[in-house]
């Protein structure tokens, strides 16, 4: 009989800093120069804020079910448990479909980053992509342990820049690095710190700046993913999720507030975008006089990059492998090695990316759709985790359960499940800010940027109308701590 069973070998400083990693990202180091643009230094404190709000809470939610049942492939097997089978299905395979697209969008970006030094010219781009692929399958195929040990160096690396950043950028402020006193003459310059000539403008610049923001703390659900891989899950998971609010106000509202003390938001090269010379962090600490800002910061988001893709290539496969336990793929990708590892999932993982990246390197445009597809993935997972909490909950009232089992309880339900629900929404429908405003209706721009919801909705009719399933009532939903289910849980419920 094949072994179906993950090993627990993440120890808590790996799960500590994987969750740290999944805050910090290329949304933080490159495109929030570009929000404080839009919004202005306040408006994109304030996005901020409100998303990193939700996110605590949205953690909280998944912590509360990850440590009273941890698995791998968390969203799926909850969805599918607490709500719907067929939710759990879509969420799942949409949740692979996006991190495996990721993980071809994070290898040709890297080839395009270390393209920055000359040195690395003897090979050609695509090369250098399947290099970084090579070294990303190959951390895969050792234990989790190897995962879990090559992501804490990588968000070590990550947590070090951005404390360099806040240390270095408040001498800067204080005129102690780099010049003279700046103080609060950036902030409030011009029409700052809100941008709009009124409160819905305001209002409207700043939904734009939910959507960077979202996007920038998407990955934190990976600690749910990684509970199945725990030593001690339900001591490491709720460690990790409480210091989730202390790291969102540290890393991402200091070093916010760090560039729009220092930068004022009229400034032409705070742009953020693909340029190394012209994120925000490279221009703070080319401000403070050190002149090798930009190749230190290539090489900082180089390591972002790689562990992005370290990590897409861990969520992917874990997640094909929760999904062939829970009957909602083949069996044959709940099947692991000696040292734990799904192979099997992982090859088709594997596989899949690179048709991926060569679509996008061979087929003009087709890969633009692609991507758009997968784009809302991450806030529709949230929605998931959202729903399965006020689910779960609900049931434990229902069952009349006694509270005291769970070891550790989201704050302040039922508001959490049921703002993030509501805030996920807001930003999922107002995507296309200029639709939403009134402004030109343009069939290519309203595809690419809604795909994502016709394509999760197809997985969710194709499953519920093959196998008939319905929403679970309260009543019955299985709160048992087993981690297999039936046929009849899994799909004719």
Same mark, same amino acid.
Do not use: M, S
């Given at each position: 009989m094949s072994n179906t069973e993950v090993q627990r070998k993440l120890k808590p400083r790996h799960i500590s800093m994987i969750a740290i990693g999944g805050c910090i990202g290329t949304g933080l180091f490159m495109t929030s120069g570009g929000a404080i643009r839009e919004a202005g230094p306040g408006g994109a404190l304030l996005a901020f804020a409100i998303i990193g709000l939700m996110v605590f809470f949205l953690m909280t939610s998944l912590g509360e079910m990850a440590t009273y049942l941890p698995i791998s492939g968390s969203f799926s097997t909850y969805a599918t448990r607490f709500v719907d089978p067929s939710l759990g299905f879509a969420l799942g395979w949409n949740y692979w479909f996006n991190w495996v697209i990721t993980v071809a969008a994070d290898v040709s970006i890297a080839s395009s980053v270390i393209k920055y030094w000359s040195v690395f010219d003897f090979l050609p781009a695509w090369a250098w992509s399947f290099v970084f692929l090579a070294i990303i399958f190959g951390l895969n195929t050792l234990s989790v342990k190897v995962y879990g040990e090559s992501e804490y160096w990588f968000a070590l690396i990550k947590v070090v820049t951005v404390i360099l950043f806040i240390?270095?950028? +408040?001498? &800067?402020i204080f005129g102690i690095l780099g010049g003279e006193f700046i103080g609060f003459s950036n902030f409030t310059a011009g029409d700052a710190p809100?941008?709009?000539?009124n409160l819905t403008q305001s209002f409207l610049t700043i939904l734009g700046v939910f959507l960077v923001a979202g996007f920038s703390f998407q990955g934190t659900e990976l600690v749910g993913i990684t509970a199945g891989e725990s030593e001690e899950p339900e001591k490491t998971i709720p460690k990790a999720i409480n210091q989730v609010f202390w790291r969102i106000l540290i890393f991402y509202i200091l070093a916010i507030l760090v560039i729009g003390l220092i930068i004022p938001y009229t400034n032409p090269n705070l742009m953020g975008g693909d340029d190394i010379a012209k994120s925000p962090f490279t221009l703070v600490f080319?401000?403070?006089? +050190?002149a090798f800002a930009a190749s230190f910061m290539n090489a900082v988001i180089l390591t972002s990059i790689l562990s992005a893709g370290n990590s897409g290539m861990y969520a992917s496969t874990r997640m094909l492998y929760a999904m062939g336990k829970d009957g909602l793929a083949s069996k044959k990708f709940s099947e692991v090695n000696r040292q734990g590892v799904p192979i099997p999932s992982l090859l088709a993982t594997f596989i899949v990316v690179i048709i991926i990246f060569l679509v996008e390197r061979l087929a003009?445009?087709?890969y633009e759709y692609i991507v758009a597809a997968s784009g809302m993935t991450g806030f529709i997972a949230w929605l998931g985790i959202a729903i399965s909490h006020y689910r779960f909950r609900r049931a434990f009232y229902a069952q009349k359960k006694d509270l005291s089992v769970l070891k550790y309880r989201a704050k302040l339900f039922p508001f959490g499940p049921i703002f993030a629900f509501l805030l996920c929404t807001i930003v999922i +429908?107002?995507?296309?800010?200029d639709l939403v405003t009134g402004g030109k209706f343009e069939w290519d721009s309203v595809l690419i940027t809604y795909m994502g919801i016709p394509v999760f909705l197809f997985f969710y009719f194709y499953h519920k109308l093959k196998?008939? &399933?319905?929403?679970i009532p309260l009543n019955q939903v299985d709160l048992s701590q087993a981690h297999d289910m039936s046929e009849y849980e899994k799909i004719n419920v």
């Open positions: 240390g270095i950028g +408040l001498l &800067t809100f941008l709009g000539q080319e401000n403070a006089g +050190l003009n445009g087709a +429908l107002g995507q296309d800010v196998y008939k &399933t319905k929403k």
